[in-house]
């Protein structure tokens, strides 16, 4: 049994930056690719970014290309996603999520393990 838990979330104002943090037990993090999901109020989750089990391979949702990046390290069983240039639009829960394969995904169909979520909240 694969256990996530998320860090780093919190209160920042448009054009900040955080870093999220995701740490996994239990399972075999470094052959898995890994995710972040994000979830607004009154919204259905959707997919923001996605890594490779080796790092090589990565992901973004048009919404976040070029201000958000995932990297892993896979010693420290953890992966991160770097946000920055914040905006208002980016206020939600944030999720990591282990997935069924190697191989990066958007669907949230490919990961069967997610954490708990991590709250952004950003301010304009």
């Known amino acids: 049994q694969v256990q996530l838990v998320e860090s780093g979330g919190g209160l920042v104002q448009a054009g900040g930056s955080l870093r999220l943090s995701c740490e996994a037990s239990g399972g075999t993090f470094s052959s898995t690719a890994m995710g972040w999901f994000r979830q607004a109020p009154g919204r259905e989750r959707e997919f923001v970014a996605a890594i490779s089990w080796k790092g090589g391979s990565t992901i973004y949702a048009d919404s976040v290309k070029g201000r958000f990046t995932i990297s892993r390290d896979n010693a420290k069983n953890t992966v991160y996603l770097q946000l920055n240039s914040l905006k208002p639009d980016d206020t939600a829960v944030y999720y990591c999520?282990?997935?069924?394969?190697?191989?990066?995904?958007?669907?949230?169909?490919?990961?069967?393990?997610w954490g708990q979520g991590t709250q952004v909240t950003v301010s304009s």
């Open positions: 999520a282990a997935g069924r394969r190697m191989y990066v995904s958007e669907s949230y169909r490919e990961y069967n393990y």
